[in-house]
């Protein structure tokens, strides 16, 4: 089955700065990949995501990255304010069976430091 | 802050009972969705269910069940015979055949 691994597990930055979180996958029939953003205490939230027939996709500060055949796709924040403090979760998805199949990451969680 | 909701918040399991988790969508999803959460381990798929009164086994179904009896409804339940049940279970839906996750709160569950 598909195998995604997510580093790093912690990852502080100054405010302003930028932060990088990198994924790798095994399964070479995903297609999609998603990054759901995790607040203290709330529901996972979809914050941008990538199909297999991009290279890179950019929304405001956030940008994803998507290498095929490395098998490699990493999540970009420029310029981090305290407020983008959580956890992230990378994920890769294929169809299965007629169902999309969703495996997730171990997740990487972000403090801003003002 | 509609979509999905999950009840309780908080629940607490004795040895050997069973415990329901319930999770209700007002989102007309056709796909709904139950992992689990661990510290460190991400979430982890324990059941799915594309239509009303289908579903099947995700990753780590073993000491759990499901129903769908309706469409806005999927609640799990946990079993005696699930050894380690303390985690946080998310529940979340989709459009059928799309690919972005609506989730649910979550229910913390620990064990007495």
Known sequence: GENVEQHPSTLSVQEGDSAVIKCTYSDSASNYFPWYKQELGKRPQLIIDIRSNVGEKKDQRIAVTLNKTAKHFSLHITETQPEDSAVYFCAASKKSGGYQKVTFGTGTKLQVIP | ?112
């Not at chain 2, 959460?37 to 086994?57: A, C, E, M, T, W």
């Open chain 2, 1 to 112: 802050d509609g979509g999905i909701t999950q009840s309780p918040k908080y629940l607490f399991r004795k040895e050997g009972q069973n415990v329901t988790l319930s999770c209700e969508q007002n989102l007309n999803h056709d796909a709904m969705y139950w992992y689990r959460q661990d510290p460190g381990q991400g979430l982890r798929l324990i059941y799915y269910s594309q239509i009303v009164n289908d579903f099947q086994k995700g990753d780590i179904a073993e000491g759990y069940s499901v129903s769908r009896e309706k469409k806005e409804s999927f609640p799990l339940t946990v079993t005696s015979a699930q050894k380690n049940p303390t985690a946080f279970y998310l529940c979340a839906s989709s459009l059928d055949r799309k690919e972005k996750l609506f989730f649910g709160s979550g229910t913390q569950l620990s064990v007495l």
